[in-house]
């Protein structure tokens, strides 16, 4: 049976942290003195009271999850928050359609940085703000975030952290879940604050420095600004951006170890870390050189905008400080694979995970070894740790389901009149959590404002799935799922 109060109960405590975070918006209107303060007291007053209504309804609840509770859980916990979260929007009149605001807020939440808005400038402080904070509360995850803050909310909570974790490999350092979350989310804050004092340091406002900050460290990718980080002309600015994207894509227990405990050679050892390092290296030397032979930059620039957007797509951040539609066809092929990989297991990104691309890379050779020595016994090792078969077939399902879902979403784009290419890179970039497509109809600077109503949908729920890796959302819609077992 699944345990409803318990949900009901969860589920009502999350909102009102949500209701918290509202509040920082809240203030920041306030400050500014703009017109979306109504919008978001409304909205504070509103997610408040259902999550009032909600813990009433799971009092004296079971604090016990099952596994399928927290699949449950977490699937429910997000589209609530986008819904609650897409109000401002709404009530403020800033997004006058439902399915534009849910979609705006979904992919503020998964990290994703697609936009419907199409010009951002318009907006008011206290909105742009929430954009940003959306991104950076779904960085790390909803309910992780619930775990470091309340450890003993949930009991059953390393089932909900394998539920929302990113990669193959699910990181935990510690034996209390509750360490390992603080643990994680205090570098994620180190990455934000030194982030922030960087990008002011160059010259961003205080107000810009904090939203970018939050966004690229959540590898988001929105912006207070509608030409992004190209707005501020600034080479120092995109260095800037190009590092923390980059840190922001490691897994985020090998920067602890790294950080706080000097483990340097174990972060520099690591074999997802290296593929990340040297597939980002690659793509950057390759994009350099037909920059430099069909587009005409100079050696300096080409580097710095081809790095820039190689370590945007590879991490799935989608910042641009150049419309790389103008660019030659084959770069968007390269950088399509960067969005198709994305960085590390364990990191804020999207994406395959490179940690999958190197176990891929392992099954073939041994494959290949396979059929000069069809008795040897060959094991697929990452890390000094075996792969074993089970692990090998969930990484082959992953890859067919991710696959099929980005072709079926891909289908019914081409149906729906969107053009080839397009719809192609909308479906990577939204089961990635990329963000930006490439195209000439929906360049990588446009909104995706002129998408269909119904594609806009079955795109929220890609990025939905594309965040919780797929199958956390798929298995709440099998029979077994609802059985009493």
């Not at 392992?362 to 075996?386: C, G």
Request: proline share 3%; net charge positive.
């Amino acid at each position: 049976m699944i345990n409803t109060r318990l949900i009901y109960k969860i589920l009502g405590t999350l909102l009102w942290i949500e209701a918290a975070f509202m509040t920082m918006s809240l203030v920041m209107a306030l400050a500014y003195g703009e017109s979306d303060f109504t919008a978001f007291a409304v909205t504070v007053a509103i997610t408040a009271l259902a999550g009032t209504g909600l813990r009433l309804s799971g009092r004296n609840a079971v604090n016990t999850l099952s596994r399928r509770d927290a699949y449950l859980l977490v699937t429910i916990v997000w589209v609530a928050f986008t819904v609650f979260g897409s109000l401002p929007f709404l009530i403020g009149g800033y997004i006058h359609s439902v399915t534009d605001a849910f979609f705006e807020t979904m992919s503020g939440l998964t990290t994703t940085g697609a936009t419907i808005i199409d010009q951002v400038e318009g907006l008011p402080h206290g909105l742009l703000f929430w954009r940003s904070l959306t991104q950076w509360i779904g960085g790390l995850g909803i309910v992780f975030f619930t775990i470091a803050v309340i450890p003993s909310f949930v009991g059953g909570s390393v089932k909900v952290f394998a539920a929302e974790a990113t990669g193959p490999i699910k990181s935990k350092m510690h034996p209390r879940l509750s360490t390992t979350a603080k643990a994680l989310w205090g570098v994620y804050l180190l990455l934000t604050a030194g982030c922030a004092v960087c990008f002011f340091a160059f010259g961003m406002g205080p107000f810009d420095a904090i939203n970018y900050a939050m966004t690229i460290t959540a590898t988001g990718g929105f912006a207070t600004h509608d030409a992004s980080t190209g707005y501020f002309h600034n080479p120092a600015i995109d260095y800037t951006a190009i590092v923390f994207m980059f840190i922001s894509g490691v897994s985020f227990a090998l920067l602890y170890a790294a950080l706080f405990k000097g483990k340097v050679k174990q972060l520099l050892k690591n074999a997802e870390f290296r593929f990340y390092a040297v597939l980002t290296l690659t793509a950057t030397a390759l994009i350099v050189y037909f920059l430099l032979r069909y587009n005409h930059y100079t050696t300096g620039d080409a580097i710095r905008v081809a790095l820039f957007q190689t370590v945007s797509f590879i991490t799935t951040t989608g910042m641009f400080n150049e419309d790389a539609a103008q660019w030659h066809h084959i770069t968007w092929v390269i950088l399509s694979l960067c969005m198709f990989f994305g960085a590390c297991g364990g990191s804020t990104t999207g994406g395959f995970k490179c940690a999958r691309g190197v176990i891929c890379l392992k099954i073939l050779r041994n494959e290949i070894r396979h059929m000069l020595h069809p008795k040897a016994l060959l094991p697929v090792k990452v890390n000094d740790s075996t792969v074993h078969s089970p692990s090998q077939i969930t990484l082959m399902a992953f890859f067919i389901a991710y696959i099929a879902l980005c072709f079926t979403a891909y289908f019914i784009m081409i149906l729906s009149g969107v053009d080839s290419t397009n719809s192609i890179t909308i479906a990577l970039s939204c089961g990635s959590n990329v963000g930006p497509t490439l195209g000439l109809e929906i360049g990588p600077t446009m909104s995706w404002s002129i998408l269909p109503q119904g594609v806009k949908w079955i795109l929220s729920a890609l990025m939905l799935m594309g965040r919780l890796e797929i199958f956390t959302v798929l298995v709440i819609f099998t029979p077994s799922f609802w059985k009493n077992q």
